[in-house]
C-alpha cells in the first residue's frame, strides 16, 4: 500500500557531497514527520535527521552544519543533502515517514535503504 524508495547513494571522497532522495507512493491519506538513519557495520540504527510536515528539521549532532534536510510536500519528497563527507559517515541511509493510510492506521514506514561509501 506504501512504498518508500530512496535514491543518490554512491561512492565519494572525502570531503565531497551527495543528495540523497526518498519518495513516497501508494495509498495514504496523509504523511506527518520523514527522516533518515544510517546503519554502519557493527552498528544500530541511528537517527541522522527529521522534518516534520511543516518543514521545520532537526538534526544529529554528528549531522549538524553539514547536512540539510528538506522535503517537498507536493512531490512527497524528502531530500537529503550531505557536505563535508566524512569516512566515519559511511552506512546504508534509510528514508523513514510517519504515514496515516486510508483506513486510519498510523505508523512509520521504511525505505529499503541506499549504501553511502565515502573513500579517503
Known amino acids: 500500500q506504501v512504498q518508500l524508495v530512496e535514491s543518490g547513494g554512491g561512492l565519494v571522497q572525502a570531503g565531497g557531497s551527495l543528495n540523497l532522495s526518498c519518495a513516497a507512493s501508494?495509498?495514504?491519506?496523509?504523511?506527518?514527520?520523514m527522516g533518515w538513519y544510517r546503519q554502519a557495520p557493527g552498528k544500530q540504527r541511528e537517527l541522522v535527521a527529521t522534518?516534520?510536515?511543516?518543514?521545520?528539521?532537526d538534526y544529529a549532532n554528528s549531522a549538524k552544519g553539514r547536512f540539510t534536510i528538506s522535503r517537498d510536500n507536493a512531490k512527497n519528497t524528502v531530500y537529503l543533502h550531505m557536505n563535508n563527507l566524512k569516512l566515519e559517515d559511511t552506512a546504508v541511509y534509510y528514508c523513514?515517514?510517519?504515514?496515516?493510510?486510508?483506513?486510519?492506521?498510523?505508523?512509520?514506514?521504511w525505505g529499503r535503504g541506499t549504501q553511502v561509501t565515502v573513500s579517503s
Open positions: 501508494g495509498r495514504f491519506f496523509s504523511i506527518n514527520a
Open positions: 522534518i516534520t510536515s511543516e518543514r521545520n528539521p
Open positions: 523513514s515517514a510517519n504515514i496515516r493510510v486510508v483506513t486510519g492506521l498510523v505508523r512509520d514506514y
